[in-house]
């Protein structure tokens, strides 16, 4: 390691220890030219991940993106910026640990909506609005009765017990004359 001092580089390590919560290794140093300490860190090297769009064309996977279009589908939803950046987090570390350099978008879209299916229904239904460009009504009513079937498969088929009380609303068929 060159010297930032007197740019010699020859020098020795006093000290190495575990830094950033593991992610990297600081080492002190002393120059064996001037004397002068100096500290530097090590970090693993990560390759660039790439995403694989729909027309073929590739760019580098971006954090930021995925995490604004979570955060715009969990938006008025008890959706918690933490669960929010946990989710992210843990969709970045799968496709890390793949250990390859490309991603089909239709992949991390998804994933991301069977996450969210599981967080958030309404999110999820404003994420699959987008990824999978509905136009009109029905392909609302399409992926909102798919969920509803998903969540049925997952209790057994039972259907959601029925809420006691009064009706949240009612519906009148007499209209107003005009």
Known sequence: MRC?????DD??????RSSRGGQSIRRRRECLACG???TTYETVEEPELYVVKSDGGREPFDREKVLAGV???????PVSRERIEEL????????????????ASREIGEWLMAELAELD?????????????????SQFA???RRLTQTRRAKRGGKKKPKREGPPL???DDRSPSR
């Open 88 to 103: 992210v987090a843990r969709l970045e570390t799968e496709l890390r640990n793949r250990l390859a350099t490309e991603v």
């Open 36 to 38: 002068r300490r100096f």
């Open 11 to 16: 020098d020795k390590v006093i000290d190495t």
């Open 169 to 171: 609303f009612e519906l």
């Open 71 to 77: 955060v715009k589908a969990c938006e008025k939803r």
């Open 4 to 8: 930032p001092f007197c740019g010699q």
């Open 121 to 137: 229904e309404v999110a999820y239904v404003r994420f699959a609005s987008v990824y999978r460009r509905f136009t009109d009504s």
């Open 142 to 144: 399409e992926e909102l």
